[in-house]
Structure formats: structure tokens, C-alpha cells
């Protein structure tokens, strides 16, 4: 589930070109959902990178990379879960 991946990546994991460990928590702490925000991806990391890293915890429903205008990383994402327990 969620809470397992925070645990076991948050601030621990270091995508390959990255600078610092990735920042995992609940997208908005205030409403919890199935959602996660992850923080400081390497430019490089892509869609297949999260997916492959957040699979083994649920069931991911969508991935979405945020991106400048021009189309390059901004080193973050949301990631959905099917489930709100998984995101728990």
C-alpha cells in the first residue's frame, strides 16, 4: 500500500541522475485519496521509472508527469492508485 512506499522511499531512494532522494507523501494530507505527490524525480525519470517503482505496492490507475510549458521535467508527479487503501 501507500504508507509502505512512504516508508520505504521517502527520502531513501535516489533515481539515477538525481540530485536528492525522492520526496513521497499523500497529494493533499488534508483529504486523503489515492493520490501521491512525488517530489525531487530526476529530469530523467520517466513514466515507466515511477511506475515500475510504485507498482509493487498497488494497483496504479494513472501517473501524471508535471511538466514546464516547454515540455521538460519539473522533477515531480501525481500517482493514483485504484484503490484509497493502497494510497493509505
Known sequence: DAETAQQ??????LFPGGKRPIQVKPADQS???NK???GML??????TDVREL???YGDIQEIYMI???DGTSKCAAFLRYMKLE???
Open 86 to 88: 493502497s494510497a493509505l
Open 54 to 56: 510504485f507498482a509493487p
Open 8 to 13: 520505504s522511499l521517502h527520502d531513501q531512494f
Open 31 to 33: 483529504d486523503p485519496e
Open 42 to 47: 530526476s529530469r530523467k525519470a520517466s513514466e
Open 67 to 69: 511538466r514546464n510549458p
Open 36 to 38: 501521491l505527490f512525488i
